[in-house]
C-alpha cells in the first residue's frame, strides 16, 4: 500500500491542478470507451468475415458474367458472317487475284467497319487464311504488313490448326509496320462451306482498358489483383492489380482454378488475403481474384474508426470542460505571468484585469501600480533625451562655416573700397537675409522653397566673390515646394560642390550644379549633382563607410571636412531609420548626392 502510495504523493505534488484534472477525466472517459471498442470490434469482425465469403462470391460471378457476356456478344457479332455469300466467296479467292479480293471485300468489309467503329471493346479484326490472304480493319493509325510471315510467328503459327473460338492471351503484334502495342485476341475460325473445313481466321484484337472497365471498379480491382487464368498452358491475363495487391503466386492459382466456383483464405507475408475464383464460359479459363482480408471487411475498420471519433469526441469534452474550470481561476495569474513576460522581452508595459479572487486581485493591483510608476519614470527619460536631441539637433543647424563669412565681409569691403556700392548693398542684403534663416526660431524646419531661396542667395554670393562662370539647374516638383525638410539640410552639399568641386575648374571654364527634387512613394528624394572632377576612390569609401555605420564611423578626414558629415548625423537624429543616403562619384566624372527622407507636411 505505502509503495502505491508514494508515486500517487509524488505526483499530487508536482503537478499543476490543471493537469491534475485533466489526467481524473481522461481516466474516467477512455476506459469504457474501450470496453466498448473492443467488444463491438471482436463481434463486427467474426459477423464481417463470414458475409465476406458470400460478398467475394457475388462479386466474382457479377464480374465473370459481364466479361462473359462481353465476349459473347462479340462472338455472336461474327456470326451472321460465316453465311455471308461474298464472304464466302472470298475464302476461295487465291491471295494472287487481287481484282477479285477487292471486289468481294468492297460488299463486305464495311460489317468489320461497323464493328470497330460501333463496339468500343474492339480495338481492330485481323483476317488471316490458308491462301495467305491478309486484311486489318481498325480505327486507329495503324498498316499491317501483308508480307509478315504469320506462320513463322510464335503465336499465330497456332492458329492455322483451331477449330474452336479461343481467346489468348496478352501477345506482340509484330505484323504492325508502326510498332503495335501487345493485346488481347479473340480468335473465331470461320468454316469454308466449300472446302468443309476451317481455313479462315478472324483475331478480334479487344481493348483491354474497355474491356475490363467494370472490374476496376471493385473491391478486388481496386485493391487486389484479379486475373483470368488458362490452366493448361499456365497463361494468364492481368485483368486488374490494385494498390495494395499481393501478386497472385502460381500455386495459388492453380489451386483457385481447379473444384469449380470457391472462395477461402491464404496468409503470406504476414497478412490474410481472401482468394475467390470462377470459371469462365470461354473452355479453359479461370477469373480469379485475391485481395487483403481487411479491405474486404473494412465494415469493421469503419466501426473502429467511428468508435475512436466517439473516443476523441468525449476527450475533447472532457479537455474543454477542464480547461474551462481551471480558466476560472488560472487565466488571472496566467495574464499576469504573460504580461510580466512582455514587461521582460518586449520592455512592453501591459496593465492586468482585476480578478474575482481576493487575493490575486491584491497581486495584480500591486503590480499594476508598479507599472504606473515605470511608465512615469520612462517618460521622464526619454523627455531628457528629446531635449538632448533637440539641443544636439539646434548645435548642428547653427554652425556656420566661418571662413564663409568672413570672405563674405571681405568681398563686401572690396566692393565699398572700389565704390561698387550696389553691388556691396546687395551682398549685405544676399547674408543678412542667409543670417536671418539661420538663426530664427522655427525649430529647426523650414518648406523646401525657403531652403531653395537661402541657396540661391549662397550661389550668387560665391558668384561675387569668385567671378566663377557657374550655372545652377533646379528641377524642383511643384507639390514638393510646401514640404517641411531640415533648415540647411541642402546647403552643406552646395557649398562642397562649389568648394572641391567648383575651384577645381580654370578660367572660362563652365561649373554647372543641378537639384532635382521630386516624391518618391511617401518620400522625399533630393539629388545634388555637378560636373566637378569628383571624388577619389579613397574619398568615396570614406563617405561609404560613414553611411553604412550610421554616422558612428571616425576619421581624421571628417575633422577638417566637417559640412556634410555634420549634416549627415542631422537627418540621422531628425529621421532616424526613415533617411538614406547615396553617393555616386568617379574621378573627373562628377559627384551626384541623393537624399531619401520621410515626408513632412506643414501642420
Avoid at 503466386?249 to 473444384?259: I, Y
Avoid at 576619421?555 to 558629415?565: A, E, L, M, V
Wanted: with cysteine; charged share 25%; proline share 3%.
Amino acid at each position: 500500500m505505502l509503495r502505491l502510495d508514494k508515486p500517487f504523493k509524488r505526483f499530487n505534488k508536482s503537478r499543476s491542478l490543471k493537469t491534475k484534472m485533466l489526467v481524473l477525466l481522461v481516466t474516467i472517459s477512455i476506459i469504457p470507451i474501450l470496453v466498448v471498442s473492443y467488444c463491438s470490434q471482436y463481434l463486427m469482425f467474426r459477423s464481417a468475415t463470414n458475409q465476406s465469403s458470400l460478398l467475394s462470391q457475388q462479386i466474382m460471378n457479377l464480374l465473370a458474367n459481364d466479361l462473359d457476356q462481353r465476349i459473347s456478344n462479340i462472338d455472336q457479332l461474327l456470326n451472321p458472317l460465316n453465311i455471308d455469300l461474298d464472304f464466302q466467296k472470298y475464302l476461295n479467292v487465291p491471295n494472287e487475284d487481287t481484282v477479285s479480293q477487292l471486289r468481294y471485300l468492297r460488299d463486305f468489309r464495311g460489317f468489320f467497319e461497323k464493328m470497330t467503329q460501333s463496339n468500343a471493346n474492339i480495338s481492330g479484326i485481323l483476317y488471316l487464311d490458308k491462301r495467305g490472304k491478309v486484311f486489318y480493319e481498325t480505327t486507329r493509325n495503324e498498316i499491317v504488313n501483308k508480307q509478315y510471315q504469320f506462320d513463322q510467328d510464335s503465336i499465330y503459327s497456332r492458329l492455322f490448326t483451331m477449330t474452336d473460338t479461343v481467346l489468348l492471351p496478352p501477345h506482340p503484334r509484330k505484323y504492325i509496320e508502326n510498332g503495335g502495342m501487345e493485346t488481347i485476341s479473340l480468335v473465331k475460325p470461320v468454316f469454308n462451306f466449300d472446302t468443309h473445313s476451317f481455313d479462315a481466321w478472324i483475331i478480334v484484337q479487344l481493348d483491354s482498358r474497355q474491356l475490363f472497365s467494370n472490374i476496376e471498379q471493385s473491391d478486388f480491382g481496386q485493391y487486389g489483383e484479379i486475373v483470368m487464368y488458362y490452366a493448361a498452358t499456365g497463361d494468364r491475363i492481368e485483368l486488374t492489380k490494385g494498390s495494395d495487391s499481393l501478386p497472385i503466386s502460381a500455386s495459388v492459382l492453380a489451386s483457385a482454378a481447379t473444384g469449380g466456383m470457391k472462395t477461402y483464405l491464404v496468409d503470406q507475408e504476414n497478412r490474410s488475403y481472401q482468394v475467390a475464383s470462377r470459371p469462365m464460359s470461354i473452355d479453359g479459363w479461370t477469373m480469379v481474384g485475391i485481395a487483403p482480408l481487411d479491405v474486404m471487411v473494412k465494415g469493421t475498420e469503419q466501426t473502429k474508426q467511428f468508435t475512436l471519433i466517439i473516443a476523441l469526441s468525449l476527450l475533447i469534452i472532457s479537455f474543454a470542460a477542464a480547461i474551462y474550470f481551471v480558466q476560472l481561476i488560472l487565466k488571472p495569474l496566467e495574464r499576469l505571468k504573460s504580461s510580466i513576460v512582455r514587461l521582460g522581452i518586449q520592455k512592453r508595459t501591459t496593465k492586468v484585469p482585476p480578478a474575482s479572487v481576493g487575493e490575486i486581485d491584491f497581486l495584480i493591483g500591486t503590480y499594476n501600480a508598479m507599472l504606473d510608476n515605470l511608465e512615469q519614470m520612462e517618460e521622464t527619460v526619454q523627455k531628457s533625451e528629446m531635449r538632448e536631441k533637440e539641443k544636439e539637433l539646434l548645435q548642428l543647424q547653427a554652425h556656420i562655416n566661418p571662413h564663409f563669412l568672413f570672405n563674405t565681409l571681405e568681398t563686401i569691403g572690396a566692393f565699398a573700397f572700389q565704390h561698387e556700392g550696389e553691388k556691396a548693398e546687395e551682398m549685405v542684403q544676399l547674408m543678412a537675409r542667409m543670417m536671418r534663416y539661420n538663426i530664427r526660431s522655427d525649430g529647426g524646419w523650414a518648406s523646401l522653397e525657403e531652403e531653395l531661396g537661402n541657396i540661391r542667395d549662397l550661389l550668387k554670393i560665391h558668384y561675387y566673390r569668385t567671378q566663377m562662370n557657374m550655372e545652377a539647374e533646379m528641377d524642383i516638383d511643384d507639390a514638393a515646394l510646401s514640404e517641411q525638410i531640415m533648415k540647411l539640410s541642402i546647403q552643406p552639399f552646395v557649398e562642397n560642390a562649389l568648394k572641391y568641386a567648383g575651384n577645381s575648374f580654370t578660367k572660362g571654364t563652365l561649373f554647372r550644379i543641378a537639384i532635382k527634387v521630386r516624391f518618391d512613394a511617401d518620400h522625399l528624394v533630393i539629388e545634388i549633382h555637378d560636373n566637378g572632377k569628383g571624388m577619389s576612390p579613397e574619398v568615396r569609401n570614406k563617405y561609404e563607410k560613414l553611411i553604412r555605420s550610421k554616422g558612428q564611423y571616425k576619421d581624421k578626414y571628417f575633422n577638417s571636412h566637417t559640412g556634410i558629415h555634420n549634416v549627415f548625423r542631422r537627418f540621422l537624429l531628425a529621421y532616424g531609420e526613415h533617411f538614406g543616403m547615396e553617393v555616386r562619384s568617379h574621378e573627373h566624372g562628377g559627384t551626384q548626392i541623393i537624399l531619401t527622407a520621410e515626408r513632412r507636411k506643414i501642420a
